[in-house]
């Protein structure tokens, strides 16, 4: 669809390309959600993530994401990107972008992907403390 991007990548992600892509001349709102590795998790310093996915099955879901959003949300357009690999405290695993006429729809359509996609998506993330690591969300 000329509509949705999804993507998957071990390159670091652009919220530039992700707000390029939806940017529309009849949307007055484009909204962003980016997610960024923090320093640390339940009180415990964090030094990095590792994110993977089965990818085939990641893209279709990411897509249905998108698709649901369109037709749920009074929405132009979406980009749902994230990455797999390692990353550093402050660099960004995942972007979704969506333009709408108003502002309420796309914050509406971006909670929507991004509470989504940490149920359903298979990708998994492996937090590294000072002490040891830990998979989280090891099941979608």
Request: glycine fraction near 4%.
């Given at each position: 669809?000329?509509?949705?991007?999804?993507?998957?990548?071990?390159?670091?992600?652009?919220?530039?390309?992700?707000?390029?892509?939806?940017?529309e001349p009849n949307c007055g709102a484009i909204n962003l959600f980016v997610?960024?590795?923090?320093?640390q998790t339940n009180k415990k310093?964090?030094?990095?993530?590792?994110f993977s996915s089965y990818e085939p099955m990641a893209l279709k879901e990411m897509q249905k994401i998108a698709e649901k959003a369109l037709d749920k949300f009074d929405?132009?357009?979406?980009?749902?990107?994230?990455?797999?690999?390692?990353l550093q405290i402050g660099e960004i695993p995942v972007i979704i972008a969506v333009s709408s006429a108003h502002r309420t729809a796309g914050f509406e359509a971006?909670?929507?992907?991004?509470?989504t996609l940490k149920e359903t998506v298979p990708i998994w993330k492996k937090e590294y403390f000072v002490d040891g690591s830990v998979w989280v969300n090891a099941t979608p």
């Open positions: 669809m000329q509509n949705i991007d999804i993507a998957i990548s071990n390159k670091k992600l652009s919220v530039e390309d992700c707000s390029d892509f939806v940017k997610g960024t590795v923090r320093n310093e964090v030094t990095k993530l590792d929405i132009s357009k979406i980009a749902i990107h994230h990455f797999v690999g390692e971006c909670q929507f992907a991004i509470d």
